[in-house]
């Protein structure tokens, strides 16, 4: 088992920056890879970015890619999701996941993934 918390949502404004973290605990060892995902009112569940837990490879959806890092501190079991010049679209609620097998062609499939945090609201404001 995998327990995941994020934390460092919050209300900003256009333009501003977030720094969103994710911290494993449990059988963090097992770990292949750890992605975020986001879902706002009326819509699915989306992708926004991965990283494999061993050599750090990052994956990000194209919407994102620019404007948002994802990093991870294997010491602290933690993968951060750095978040620079913030839309109104980018308003949702941010989930952190873990995933024990991982494949390159499927980072973004949320059925990858085996392990959820509970998420943290992230709300653009124009």
């Known amino acids: 088992q995998v327990q995941l918390v994020e934390s460092g949502g919050g209300l900003v404004q256009v333009g501003d920056s977030l720094s969103l973290s994710c911290v494993a605990s449990?059988?963090?060892?097992?770990?292949?890879?750890v992605g975020w995902f986001r879902q706002s009112p009326g819509k699915e569940r989306e992708f926004v970015a991965a990283?494999?837990?061993?050599?750090?490879?990052?994956f990000y959806e194209d919407s994102v890619k620019g404007r948002f890092t994802i990093s991870r501190v294997t010491d602290k079991d933690t993968v951060y999701l750095q978040m620079n010049s913030l839309k109104p679209d980018d308003t949702a609620v941010y989930f952190c996941?873990?995933?024990?097998?991982?494949?390159?062609?499927?980072?973004?499939?949320?059925?990858?993934?085996?392990?959820w945090g509970q998420g943290t609201q992230v709300t653009v404001s124009s």
């Open positions: 990283i494999t837990w061993d050599n750090g490879t990052p």
């Open positions: 996941a873990a995933a024990l097998i991982f494949h390159a062609q499927i980072v973004d499939s949320d059925g990858v993934y085996a392990y």
């Open positions: 449990g059988r963090t060892f097992t770990l292949a890879a």
